[in-house]
């Protein structure tokens, strides 16, 4: 039967991490999966998750199945943390959600919503966009639209040609963006930015679509929840699907939530129906581990108060290894200036050269990262930085 199948060519973001294993150069240098790391290069449990194992481990008294929602004390403090207490759509019980197997399992369960509710649905996405989020929106058999966002040749974001294009979408189709950090280019739009989407989306009547995978990386908790709460406080319906691979540091452990503002409370009911049942035809329910930590993180002031300070930390570690890399470029005799990588937010940078570029510079200097020229701020450290940016200027030049 499967002689039929073609090989296929590596993931363009997980594959390279199996070329750098196989990689011998002693300088080396990883800025490709989405993973923070630290100064040491290594991704450790954070503090408050640690903690939270401990409590775990002493009072789990079973393996039994957890309902097929998820730990309800996972939804309710992961909803409390992406729309705020003062949520219109949490306070008039419009919001259906289930706990997901990561991000991705999120996005799945709702492309495959939308598509059960009309199957002609077009999804919009950035361009560029995060290289998953085709093939796992597309798999649920909807076609995919591109809107611009990002200009190469400014370093920045091309608002009047998004707007203008998210201007032509029609009734009932779908447009995604990223809540904040966007993945791959780091460009976020500016509050007031925020202000005008929310405009054409009433305008439009067009579903907004938001995957929110680096909450509190960018300018902080609240502070990336901005398009959030903007969005799900002032249109009837809002889909979400969030991570807690990146800011929990529980890539492993696959957790994510699923949620869906609905008109009214009805209609949230049988969209809560309909997400449990396409869960259920792929995976029946989401493992419980993860969702258990980061429910007693959220519902335990002290683990939280300590988990936010972590979440602090690694978002100031980033800006300054940003700043860090811009200062080693200038200092190496950069002729180009790379000041924008400053603005740009959350794990990602576009450096915007080009994909032989980027080709090269793995090649002659063992510097990975994602064609698209898409690195991982997090991966560059006091010990790499002169190193990555001499390659980058020997390349540039
Ligand atoms: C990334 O964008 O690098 C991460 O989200 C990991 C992945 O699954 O692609």
Not at 32 to 57: H, M
Not at 97 to 121: H, S
Not at 271 to 292: D, E, K, L, N, T
Not at 344 to 358: A, D, H, N, W, Y
Request: net charge negative; with cysteine.
């Amino acid at each position: 039967m499967f002689e039929v199948l073609t090989p296929l060519a590596p993931d363009p973001i997980l594959g390279l991490s199996v070329a750098y294993n196989e990689d011998s150069h002693p300088q080396k240098i990883d800025l490709g999966v989405g993973v923070y790391k630290d100064e040491q290069g290594n991704t450790p449990i954070l503090k408050a998750v640690a903690k939270a194992q401990q409590k775990l481990l002493a009072s789990e008294k079973s393996k039994t199945y957890i309902s097929p929602q998820g730990h309800q004390g996972y939804i309710d403090g992961m909803l409390t943390l992406l729309l705020s207490n003062k949520s219109k759509a949490l306070l008039s019980n419009r919001v259906a959600a289930v706990q997901a197997p990561g991000g991705c399992g999120a996005l799945r369960i709702l492309a495959e919503l939308i598509a059960r509710a009309n199957k002609e649905a077009r999804v919009w996405v950035s361009d560029p966009t995060w290289a998953n989020h085709i093939p796992l929106i597309g798999s649920a058999g909807l076609a995919i639209e591109t809107y611009p966002y990002f200009d190469k040749d400014t370093a920045s974001i091309n608002f009047d040609a998004m707007i203008s294009t998210l201007r032509q979408c029609k009734k009932g189709d779908v447009v995604l963006l990223h809540g904040c950090c966007h993945n791959p280019t780091g460009a976020d739009l500016t509050n007031a930015q925020w202000d005008e989407v929310l405009q054409v989306a009433k305008e439009r009547e067009f579903l907004p679509f938001l995957d929110v995978a680096y909450l509190g990386f960018g300018d902080g908790l609240d502070e990336d929840a901005y398009g959030i709460r903007l969005l799900t406080d002032n249109l009837p319906e809002v889909l979400i699907a969030a991570s807690c691979s990146k800011n929990f540091g529980l890539y492993r452990e696959r957790v994510g939530l699923a949620a869906i503002v609905t008109r009214d409370t009805a209609s949230s009911r049988i969209v809560q129906g309909q997400i449990q049942s396409v869960a259920r035809g792929i995976y029946s329910m989401p493992p419980s581990y993860g969702g258990a930590l980061v429910d007693m993180i959220l519902n335990d002031e002290q683990l939280k108060h300590e988990w936010v300070t972590e979440v602090d930390e690694m978002r100031e570690r980033m800006k300054s290894l940003r700043a860090m890399l811009v200062d080693q470029l200038a200092a190496n005799g950069a002729d180009r200036d790379f000041s924008f990588v400053n603005k740009q937010k959350g794990m990602f940078s576009f450096l915007c050269i080009t994909p032989e570029q980027v080709r090269e510079i793995r090649a002659n200097h063992s510097v990975y990262f994602v064609e698209s020229s898409r690195v991982n701020i997090a991966g560059i450290n006091q010990s790499n930085v002169e190193a990555l940016a001499k390659a980058l200027v020997a390349v540039v030049k």
